[in-house]
C-alpha cells in the first residue's frame, strides 16, 4: 500500500453570525438578549402549533377508529345501503344510456333527411350509420318523442 498523504487540512475561519443584519460579535448584550427574547417567542408558538396539531390528528384518529368499530358492528345494514345506492346508480346510468342513443338516433335520422333533400342517395355513402339501441330496455317516449325521466 502507499503510504498516505500528510498534512491536516486548514479549515477555513467560520463566518461570523449575524443577527438582524449585524454580526453577532458587534452587538451590545441588551440587543443579543432581546433577539434570544424573540427566538424564545417563536419556539414557544411553535410548540403550541405542534401541540395543536398533534391533538388534531389524535382526534381525527379517534374519529377514524370510532366509526371503523360502527361500520364493523353493522354490515348488513351497509351492505344493503350500497346495494340500493348501487342500483340507483346503475338506473340514473341506464337512462343516460337511452337517452344518449335516443338522441344520436334522432341525428342519424336528421342526417339521412338532409342526405334525401340535397338529392344524395345514402348508399353512394360508402357507409351505413348504426343504429344504437339499449338492450332490454324500451325507450320512453314523452312530449315530442324525448326520452322521459327514470320513474
Known sequence: MAPKKGGKKKKSPKAPTIIDGRPAAEMTKEELEEHLGRI??????????RNYFQ????????FWEITKRQLEEKPSFDKNIFAFFSLLFIRDLQYELARVCKAHNDILRTYEAKLRQFG??????????????????????GVAGLVTSPP
Do not use: C, M, N, Y
Not at 344524395?120 to 332490454?136: C, D, Q, Y
Open 40 to 49: 424564545r417567542e417563536e419556539l414557544d408558538r411553535e410548540r403550541e402549533e
Open 55 to 62: 391533538l388534531e390528528r389524535d382526534r381525527i384518529s379517534t
Open 120 to 141: 344524395i342517395p345514402i348508399e353512394e355513402i360508402g357507409f351505413k350509420p348504426l343504429e344504437s339501441t339499449v338492450a332490454g330496455q324500451q325507450l320512453g317516449r
